[in-house]
C-alpha cells in the first residue's frame, strides 16, 4: 500500500542533542500526526496537526503541517534517555472521505548517555 | 484503565487455523480502526467502524478476513484458514469522531504468529 517517505530511518544522537525527523509525501494531506512506538507496543500519539502552516509544541516536541500540505516535520529538543523509539509520521488522504491513516516507515531513534 | 484494549496481546497459531481477535475501544468513541504492521513497516490500514456499520475496507482485508462491532462497541477481527503471511501485529485504534479534527488512539496490539 501507499506509504509516506519518512527520513532518516535510523539516529544515533547523544543525550541532550537536538533532533530532526521529517515525512514527504506525493499526495495533499488534510491532517498529520505523529506517532511513538516502543518495541512490542501500540503507537502513542505525540501531536496532532489539523492546518497547513500549522506548528504544535508538546512539551519538547514541535511538529509543522507543511504549506504545500505535502510535508511534515518533527523536532525534538534536548534529548534524553526515554525518548529512544521509533517515531511514526502519519496523514490523512482527502479524497472521498476516507478516513485511512497512511503511515510512513518510521525513524528509530536511539539516545546514548 | 481507559485506552483501548486488545485481547489476546499474544497468539501463537498453525497454519490453517481460525484466529479471533477482540477490541474495546475507548468509551463512547463511535469511530473504531484496525490496522495491521509488519517488522520494519509502519501500521497498514484495514477497516474502519462507524458505530456498527463498516464503512471502508483495505484491498489488503482478503475474503479470508472479517471484521465486526455488532453493537457499536467492541469489535472482532477474525482471520480464517491462518497463512504464514498473516503474521504480524494487528492494532485496533478508536477516535470519538472523523479525522480532520479530532485524534486516533492507539491499543497496545494483538500479536500474531502462524507456524
Known amino acids: 500500500g501507499q506509504q509516506l517517505n519518512q527520513s532518516p530511518q535510523s539516529m544515533f544522537i547523544q543525550e541532550g542533542e537536538d533532533v530532526s525527523m521529517n515525512c514527504t509525501s506525493s499526495?495533499?494531506?488534510?491532517?498529520w500526526l505523529w506517532y511513538k512506538q516502543d518495541p512490542g507496543e501500540g503507537p502513542v500519539l505525540l501531536i496532532a496537526l489539523y492546518k497547513a502552516g500549522e506548528l504544535t509544541s508538546n512539551g519538547r516536541l514541535t511538529a509543522q503541517f507543511g504549506i504545500t500540505r505535502k510535508d511534515s516535520f518533527l523536532n525534538i529538543s534536548a534529548s534524553i534517555p526515554s525518548d529512544v523509539g521509533i517515531y511514526f509520521c502519519?496523514?490523512?488522504?482527502?479524497?472521498?472521505?476516507?478516513?485511512?491513516?497512511?503511515f510512513g516507515k518510521g525513524t528509530k531513534l536511539t539516545v546514548n548517555p | 484503565d481507559t485506552g483501548v484494549s486488545q485481547d489476546p496481546r499474544h497468539k501463537i497459531t498453525k497454519r490453517g487455523q481460525n484466529v479471533t481477535f477482540r477490541c474495546d475501544p475507548i468509551?463512547?468513541?463511535?469511530?473504531l480502526y484496525w490496522y495491521r504492521q509488519t517488522l520494519g513497516q509502519g501500521p497498514e490500514f484495514l477497516t474502519y467502524?462507524?458505530?456498527?456499520?463498516?464503512?471502508?475496507k483495505s484491498r489488503l482485508l482478503s475474503d479470508r478476513f472479517s471484521a465486526e462491532r455488532p453493537k457499536g462497541s467492541f469489535s472482532t477481527l477474525e482471520i480464517q484458514r491462518t497463512e504464514q503471511g498473516d503474521s504480524a501485529m494487528y492494532l485496533c485504534?478508536?477516535?470519538?469522531?472523523?479525522?480532520?479534527?479530532?485524534?486516533?488512539?492507539f491499543g497496545e496490539g494483538s500479536w500474531l504468529t502462524v507456524v
Open positions: 468509551s463512547e468513541h463511535n469511530r
Open positions: 485504534a478508536s477516535s470519538p469522531r472523523g479525522l480532520g479534527g479530532n485524534t486516533i488512539y
Open positions: 502519519a496523514g490523512q488522504e482527502t479524497q472521498g472521505g476516507s478516513e485511512k491513516l497512511v
Open positions: 499526495s495533499i494531506f488534510n491532517t
Open positions: 467502524f462507524q458505530n456498527e456499520a463498516q464503512l471502508e
